[in-house]
């Protein structure tokens, strides 16, 4: 988990990303892909994005993170199954 508070600010986003239904968190996953190399705030919402689908499938989220390519293009299907 989280060695610090989280902010508000934080918290709320946290708080939002929970509520997406697993489709839609990983459209956004997908959407971040491009995002991470030019916004700043990106890796931290794909961060977030992860920690969320890590908690509804923590299988599928290690088998994906143990794949030998671990590609972002490939979450989906390890996390749909």
Do not use: H, Y
């Not at 143990?66 to 490939?74: L, R, S, Y």
Request: glycine fraction near 4%.
């Amino acid at each position: 988990m989280l060695d610090r508070e989280l902010t508000e600010a934080e918290k709320s986003a946290r708080s939002l990303i929970s509520k997406l239904p697993t489709e839609q968190l990983l459209d956004q996953w997908e959407l971040t892909t491009e995002m991470a190399m030019t916004e700043a705030g990106a890796p931290v919402l794909r961060d977030w994005i992860m920690d969320e689908l890590e908690k509804r499938n923590p299988e599928g989220f290690d088998k994906w993170l143990d794949d030998d390519e671990c590609n972002d293009e490939d979450l989906r299907k390890f996390i749909l199954g």
